[in-house]
């Protein structure tokens, strides 16, 4: 068998894998047209004919070439007409996708071709007509072959279409063989832009019966080597739901597995790929030592656990559970703070006796310990079902997953070995040999080499300890959750797990609860002070099942140096809190009888209590390191407390503050209060003045006392509410468990002049400043948004001067969602403002900054500010004139100004870190890392960002023929230095703020900076992604490229209609009108036009067959667009780089170009030189290609020469002996020639 070259593969398959999936297989698109359709000799051909033909460079030699010969004519001009069979019915195609692209190679044989259209026609179910939706394209190619494709919007019609080819011709020749025109590899797919020019699709199969999974279609994924151990990409509705695109994570890869969300048909999660399992995690794999290793790099926003990867016949496996991964085997579980998705990631799921662990990038983060004789594994096989499958799963909120190089090894992979093999896929140096061998110049950003203004980090300059920390744990470098245990919980029978085990059955309410039920026991804390600081308070929620009769206690307090204790406990439904001191009961308070079933809550405020109480109460809470904390139960076994336990909850100060309006004056959580005992003496109040009102009607007096229901506003807060330390029951993995939640803060300020730096203004006077700061922090951006929206109207003339100053906007700028923020027509019509912002609210971090005046401290509390401004989606921070009393929540690589006409010498940033993290004993968070990087320009000259290769860029905004160096032009780079396929959401550099049509801003990087002779540019590549939900329906510009003699802008606009994919496109500036004279490659492979997907890395490259010429000048190349930039470089060519083939217009071409008639004004254009006239097209010969630098960047360049044949070694000499013939001794002679 023979497989695609792939170092990576190549190098692990050395280290004895059982089976190794490279995944470099075709699997790009599900073709919809087979091969007999292709076959012109069957379409319907008007105005001509058609004949097979064979020609020796066939761009597809497997698919068959057709000679169309058109009719003469004396018009002016001729058409060829050629209509297919049935291709599809669209109600088999995948709605979702919503677009088909049909494509095909042409090659006319003369120069009397005009154009050729594409597309395709059906008739529509309603009105019976004939729909057809074609592409013209010009020709400029003769005798040679070229590549035209459409993307189509896909009609909601239940009807088959069919593939409709157009070829026009100039009229008037004398022979037929003026008009003759090759057609090959007609293709039609979904999502296929990035794959038609250099496949032709695949063709889907029935998955084997035998595999326990519904009824599915699927491509092989071949196994590497010589082993027949196929996987498969499933298929849904005509589409691959696992496909092989984009860059990959591993170098000597030729792409990545893209995973596609996947259901089956009850709308149950389905995976999109599946392998061999080979007894991981199966029952025949029971005893066995196991490895799973994959690549892979996630994009979640999912806020509950998801499984992405693991076995068919059961749960176990990897998944994904907000900032965490879980590994699952059995009934265990662990689960690892990951800090950053969006990035390469080499996991290692590892199974041995009574041992599991996952290994991320050669670093154990997770280890689980269970008993292997207990394992459950599924069978292989069930109801004749093989359930020995791996599956890869993707969700709507998990999404994109790309993984590349599936192993399975049979023993523990070690963590050194896993190290390495981090370093086989990622460490690999530049490539600068290809920009040695073809004059290249690159730009990659890294950031120790970008001399920024200033830096300030946590932990590397400053320590996590300077700041204000509560409730939190400073270790190793960490800003961590504390390491909290649970209280000792003592059983007067039985276990624990069988507690927990009845519990989990009985779990039939919103909330979870805890019980000892008819068990005597309780939880039991040897000392109150087991916080990180001081217990200000406790609480806890509680429900009564029956009336007992029977003291139960709640919470007791008791004294380690004597027989003192403080306790509440109930009396049938009554709660009473007591004080037990020198021999003395002090009844401090009791409250009204609770209903059976409802919700209550108890607790108190030691500091309030021992105030307003005073003496005893006072002493007693006065000595906390020698109080032990019981709860629902005494420490000998009785007074147990037989109800529900929904929460208890321990307060510091800090924590106290946020729910302080539920205690009373006297320190006791005020619902359920008696409130004619406790009221009685109100003076404001008279009991008995009306009995109708204040003697039968409680409801009055929870009026007058809250302003509403006392218990029902009590409880809801304290239930939501989550403490410094909150004992919380759970339910995970269908088992149950109690856990500990926790709240947390982190403060610390920086003065802002410690980013600020001496710059120059206009004058050229110095004076300090800073512009902004670049926010980063290991904790995950999310990458959805919630949306604001304002409704209002307006006239014309409103709308006329919103949007007359500075200058007068077009059309153009208000259908661009990036500047308007108006969705549609509608929204605009209505003045439906929509604003964006960061959904923070399932984040366990969130991040704010404030600024505050030095002078003061600069010590207020989060809590202090009124104000609370949500992360804008343009990711910047624009502080207005109420910043003194605002906070500003940020998200990772935000921008923050500092405050508008104010000092920075006076003011602090002030940074606040809010923890709130569910079951901390299974999900730890551990911050690595808080950075902030400034920037502070010069008024009249360049401020330079430097790279890791010497090249500069140079942020700019121009207005006129002038540059602002001050004005506003936020963007971030990346903050980290790795190898450059270490491709994360932020690697690189990225505009952020408002995309104004007509604001001339962004990143620049000049070309020929030392304006040599003779400096001519072949090609160009750069890395890029897009990080929002949808590209804008508008064209919006990405860069521009500014030589001698051209001037291009490219542009992207939407053609999905939810905006998820976009395509590029280039307009020369000086006609107006598509730049026809370049060649895109996306990925390194040729495409009439890049599309691009949301949230994917891609290699964008682009030829010029007509070189760009900067000799004696500096050009330019601008990123002024919302896409991130990164690796990117260009190529010089040499005088013999620079040998073209030439082909010339004909003298009737310049003429007559149908359906135009083209007169000498169009000509005369100052767009056209006399070259323009003659020459149609040009093609170099030699130089470097797009394709040739991808190859280079991704390690593919390697040449292998195969036969698909197998070898095979048979030197029988009998039945059982064989002779094998070994040479030793052979020299060889390496003789190496110039080629030119």
């Known amino acids: 068998m023979s497989n695609p070259s792939n170092l990576y593969a190549e190098k692990i398959y050395a280290e004895h894998p059982v089976a190794l999936w490279a995944l470099d297989d075709t699997a790009d698109y599900i073709s919809l047209i087979t091969e007999p359709k292709r076959n012109l000799l069957n379409w319907e051909i008007d105005n001509g004919s058609a004949l097979a033909y064979t020609l020796s460079d066939e761009p597809f030699p497997e698919s068959g070439t057709f000679k169309i010969t058109g009719d003469l004519t004396s018009e002016l001009s001729g058409q060829v007409v050629c209509v297919s069979e049935n291709i599809i019915n669209f109600s088999l195609l995948n709605k979702e996708l919503s677009t088909f692209s049909i494509g095909g190679f042409f090659n006319s044989l003369s120069a009397y071709a005009s154009s050729f259209e594409i597309g395709y026609e059906y008739f529509d179910t309603t009105s019976g007509n004939k729909i057809q939706r074609l592409k013209s394209y010009p020709v400029f190619l003769y005798n040679e072959w070229f590549f035209i494709s459409e993307t189509f919007e896909m009609p909601e019609d239940n009807t088959e279409f069919r593939v409709v080819v157009k070829i026009n011709y100039i009229g008037g020749a004398a022979d037929t063989s003026d008009y003759t025109f090759l057609v090959n590899g007609i293709s039609v797919g979904q999502w296929s832009e990035e794959f038609n020019s250099s496949s032709l699709g695949v063709t889907k199969e029935l998955l084997p019966s035998e595999i326990a999974i519904e009824e599915s279609y699927g491509i092989p994924a071949s196994a590497y080597g010589v082993e027949d151990r196929k996987g498969y990409y499933l298929v849904s509705n005509n589409s691959l739901m696992a496909k092989n695109t984009g860059i990959p994570l591993v170098y000597g890869a030729s792409n990545l597995t893209k995973l596609l969300p996947n259901k089956d048909q009850n709308g149950q999660p389905k995976p999109s790929l599946i392998i061999p399992g080979l007894g991981f995690m199966g029952e025949d794999g029971h005893n066995k030592e196991y490895t799973l290793e994959t690549w892979i790099r996630i994009n979640s926003d999912s806020v509950t656990k998801k499984r992405i990867i693991g076995p068919i016949g059961s749960d176990d496996g990897l998944y994904v559970d907000g900032p965490f991964l879980t590994l699952k085997i059995g009934s265990v579980f662990g689960s690892y703070y990951v800090g950053e998705w969006t990035r390469p990631m080499l996991t290692h799921i590892r199974l041995s006796e009574n041992n599991g662990s996952l290994l991320v990038n050669g670093e154990e983060v997770i280890s689980l310990t269970y008993l292997t004789s207990e394992l459950n594994f599924p069978k292989s096989i069930l109801n004749e079902k093989n359930q020995d499958w791996i599956g890869f799963y993707a969700y709507e909120d998990v999404s994109p997953i790309e993984i590349d190089c599936v192993a399975i090894y049979t023993y523990q992979v070690p963590v050194v070995l896993a190290k390495k093999r981090f370093v086989y896929g990622q460490g690999v140096e530049f490539p600068e040999g290809i920009n040695q061998a073809y004059s290249g110049s690159s ?123 403080f306790e509440i406990y109930s009396e049938g439904l009554s ?184 710059v120059k203004d206009k004058k050229y006077k110095e004076y300090y400043d800073l512009d902004f700061i670049q926010f980063n922090i290991n904790y995950p951006s999310p990458s959805v948004f919630v949306e604001e929206e304002q409704f209002g109207s307006w006239t014309y003339r409103e709308l006329s001067e919103e949007y007359g100053s500075p200058v007068q906007r077009d059309y153009s700028s208000l259908g661009n969602q990036l500047f308007t923020n108006y969705l549609n027509y509608d929204d605009l019509k209505n003045r439906a403002y929509k604003n964006y912002k960061y959904d923070t609210s399932n984040s366990l971090v969130r991040s704010y900054v404030t600024f505050q005046y030095t002078k003061n401290g600069a010590n207020l509390s989060s809590e202090n500010f009124i104000n609370i401004e949500k992360p804008s989606k343009d990711s910047i921070v624009i502080p207005g004139e109420d910043w003194n009393y605002t906070k500003y929540e940020v998200v990772d690589n935000m921008i923050i100004y500092p405050p508008l006409n104010s000092n920075i010498l006076d003011i602090s940033l002030v940074t606040h870190l809010e923890f ?113 939900d949808a590209f804008p329906y508008a064209s919006t510009e990405i860069f521009e490229i500014k030589s001698r003699y051209s001037h291009i802008k490219f542009y992207m606009v939407a053609i999905h209609p939810t905006g998820e994919r976009a395509k590029i496109y280039a307009i020369d ?150 002779e094998y013939r070994i040479y030793s001794g052979i020299t060889s002679k390496l003789t190496t020639v110039t080629a030119v």
């Not at 300059?461 to 649970?486: A, C, F, H, M, R």
């Not at 409802?598 to 020698?626: C, H, L, P, R, W």
């Not at 001339?1000 to 590549?1021: C, D, H, T, W, Y």
């Open 1069 to 1218: 500036v000086k006609t107006g009108r598509l730049e026809n004279g370049i060649n895109f490659y996306w990925n390194g492979k040729i495409v009439k036009e890049p599309v691009i997907t949301i949230k994917e890395w891609g290699f964008l490259g682009i030829s010029f067959p007509k070189l760009l010429d900067f000799e004696s000048r500096v050009g330019l190349l601008n990123f002024n667009g919302p896409l991130t930039f990164n690796t990117v470089s260009y190529y010089q060519s040499t005088n013999l780089q620079e040998i073209q083939k030439v082909e010339e217009r004909p003298w009737f071409a310049v003429e007559n170009a149908p359906p135009e008639v083209l007169e000498w004004d169009y000509w005369r254009s100052t767009a056209f030189l006399w070259e323009g006239v003659l020459v149609v097209s040009s093609k170099n010969y030699y130089g470097v290609s797009p394709s040739t630098i991808y190859k280079s960047y991704t390690g593919t360049n390697k040449i292998i020469i195969d036969s698909p044949g197998i070898l095979t070694i048979s030197n029988v000499r009998s039945n059982d002996d064989y």
């Open 443 to 565: 730009i990659y950003i890294d950031y120790p080499f970008a001399d920024y203004t200033n830096n300030y980090s946590y932990p590397s300059l400053g320590n996590w300890s300077q700041g204000i920390v509560d409730n939190l744990e400073i270790k190793n470098n960490l800003l961590s959750t504390p390491d909290y245990s649970l209280p000792d919980i003592v059983l007067g029978s039985g276990s624990l797990s069988e507690i927990y085990e009845s519990l989990k059955n009985q779990q039939n309410e919103n909330e979870n609860f805890f019980s000892f039920g008819s068990n005597s026991g309780h939880m039991y804390f040897e000392n109150l002070n087991f916080l990180k600081e001081k217990i200000r308070s406790f609480y806890g929620s509680f429900k009564f099942l029956s009336n007992s009769p029977d003291k139960q206690v709640l919470f007791r307090v008791n004294s380690g140096t004597s027989s003192n204790y």
């Open 916 to 1028: 709130e993290v569910k079951a901390i004993l299974k999900n730890k968070v551990s911050l690595r890392s808080l950075e902030y990087a400034s920037q502070a320009f010069n008024a009249t000259s360049t401020n330079p960002i430097g790279t890791r290769f010497g090249n500069e860029i140079y942020p700019y905004k121009k207005s006129g023929f002038y540059y602002d160096y001050k004005s506003q032009n936020p963007f971030t780079i990346y903050k980290g230095t790795s190898p450059y396929l270490y491709l994360t959401r932020y690697t690189g550099m990225e505009l952020k703020g408002a995309i104004d049509p007509l604001e001339n801003r962004g990143l620049s990087i000049p070309i020929n900076k030392e304006k040599s002779n003779n400096f001519k540019v072949l090609a160009m590549q750069a890395a890029i992604r897009y990080d929002k």
């Open 575 to 758: 709660v009473v809190y007591k004080l037990y001191y020198g021999g003395t009961e002090n009844i401090l308070l009791t409250l009204s009888a609770v209903e059976i079933g409802e919700v209550f809550s108890v607790g108190i405020d030691i500091d309030k209590i021992s105030k307003y109480f005073g003496g005893t109460v006072a002493s007693f809470f006065g000595n906390s390191n020698s109080l032990s904390f019981y709860i629902a139960g005494n420490s000998n076994l009785t007074e147990t407390f037989g109800g529900r336990i929904y929460k208890v909850g321990f307060c510091t100060s800090r924590n106290h503050k946020k729910i302080n309006e539920l205690f009373n004056e006297k320190g006791i959580v005020i619902e359920n209060d008696n409130v004619f005992v406790e009221y009685l003496q109100t003076p404001d109040v008279e009991y008995n003045s009306t009995e109708n009102y204040f003697g039968t009607n409680p409801a009055e007096w929870d009026t007058l006392i809250s302003g509403g229901e006392v218990s029902s506003d009590g409880v809801a807060t304290l239930q939501e509410h989550t403490a410094s330390y909150t004992l919380s029951p759970s339910l995970y993995f269908d088992n149950y468990f109690l856990d500990i939640d926790i709240q947390g803060y982190w403060e610390d300020y920086v003065p802002l002049t410690y980013f600020a730096q001496y």
